[in-house]
């Protein structure tokens, strides 16, 4: 079974731009996370679909977004970029119906820089 | 809000020599608590979680952890530390309700000859 893929893997901008990021998850999960990974501010939740809804959202800026696709695939945005948003972002998928309990499985991640 | 503190962002063995780390939860529901482990550059894999029953866990490549309520700890163990096992160590509890993680700030496990 393939593993949850991002693409790409990784990203140079500059300040002010935009930037898509997309996210296959594990055939069959229809739960995608997303996470953004910092030196200073180590792993936090950026938020969750499933189904095509945003069901859980962490605490960052509306420059911040997501979507979900019929085929699970995910996708997230970050506008108006700025040098904090440099990082690793990683993207998680579970079946998504059995709540916290169930195991999220990571993708390698995206590394963006932002210059 | 649930919360995860990891005691030792630095923990060094050698190899053959016991791993402790270290993971204490803040919850207020029974937690769902799980270890992950990260190389470099690379994403986050699962090593094991407790979700209710046995309170010892096992997980892959001999790793361990036991849940123990009373001091809110899930810390993570293995006897025998190999050259492979140097990476970063996560605990992460997570909300009963949804697929959302809350990561402690990792251990970077190093091992030496």
């Known amino acids: 079974k393939a593993g949850v893929t991002q693409t790409p893997r990784y990203l140079i901008k500059t300040r002010g731009q935009q930037v898509t990021l997309s996210c296959s998850p594990i055939?069959?999960?229809?739960?995608v996370s997303w996470y953004q990974q910092t030196p200073g501010q180590g792993l936090q939740f950026l938020f969750e679909?499933?189904?095509?809804?945003?069901?859980n959202k962490g605490n960052f800026p509306g420059r911040f977004s997501g979507r979900q696709f019929s085929n699970s695939r995910s996708e997230m945005n970050v506008s108006t970029l700025e040098l904090g948003d440099s990082a690793l972002y990683l993207c998680?998928?579970?079946?998504?119906?059995?709540?916290?309990?169930?195991?999220?499985?990571f993708g390698p991640g995206t590394r963006l820089l932002v210059l | 809000a649930q919360s995860v503190t990891q005691l030792g962002s630095h923990v060094s063995v050698s190899e053959g020599a016991l791993v402790l780390l270290r993971c204490n939860y803040s919850?207020?529901?029974?937690?769902?608590l799980f270890w992950y482990v990260q190389y470099p550059n690379q994403g986050l894999q699962l090593l094991l979680k407790?979700?209710?029953?046995?309170?010892l866990v096992k997980g892959i490549n001999g790793f361990e952890a036991e849940f123990k309520k009373s001091e809110t700890s899930f810390h993570l163990t293995k006897p025998s530390a190999h050259m492979s096992d140097a990476a970063e160590y996560f605990c992460?509890?997570?909300?009963?309700?949804?697929?959302?993680?809350?990561f402690g700030t990792g251990t970077r496990l190093l091992v030496s000859p």
């Open positions: 998680a998928s579970s079946i998504g119906t059995s709540g916290g309990s169930e195991t999220q499985y």
């Open positions: 055939s069959g999960h229809r739960s």
């Open positions: 679909y499933f189904s095509e809804t945003q069901r």
């Open positions: 919850s207020s529901v029974p937690p769902y």
């Open positions: 407790y979700t209710t029953g046995a309170t």
């Open positions: 992460a509890v997570s909300d009963t309700g949804f697929q959302k993680l809350v």
